[in-house]
């Protein structure tokens, strides 16, 4: 089992990382962070609202499923979501430079850090 910090630690080794956060998505508070890049207390806000209202619009229409991870492609960036398979009311986002990165390595990355991340 991995700490928050040794969790984040490991997704800035991934190609084209640029900053990461476990992010608590009652609050919106961040519970740890990793990198630079943006303002990630505001990012960690506003990806809070983007998860809350892909949830709602589940419940709504009748979803009986749970997200996986969301994508956000910008230009220059990827942002990734994923809620934590460990720990209910929790995410891990994750951003990395699109002409760097492999995005189907940093799902994966993620997907094993949240395995093993501790609370």
Do not use: W
Not at 23 to 34: F, I, N, Q, R
Not at 89 to 95: A, D, L, Q, R, W
Not at 100 to 109: F, G, P, Q, V
């Amino acid at each position: 089992m991995a700490t928050i910090r040794q969790t984040l630690d490991e997704m800035m080794t991934c190609d084209g990382a640029m900053c990461c956060a476990v992010v608590d998505s009652e609050s919106g508070m961040m519970l740890g962070s990793a990198g630079s890049g943006l303002d990630l207390e505001v990012a960690a806000a506003a990806n809070t609202e983007v998860i809350r209202a892909k949830l709602k619009a589940m419940r709504q229409l009748g979803l009986n499923d749970v997200i996986d991870d969301i994508l956000i492609t910008l230009g220059k960036q990827y942002h990734l979501l994923r809620p934590s398979s460990r720990k209910e009311g929790t995410f891990i986002y994750f951003v990395l430079d699109k002409h760097r990165a492999n995005l189907a390595l940093a799902r994966r990355k993620m997907q094993d850090v949240d395995k093993n991340m501790m609370f």
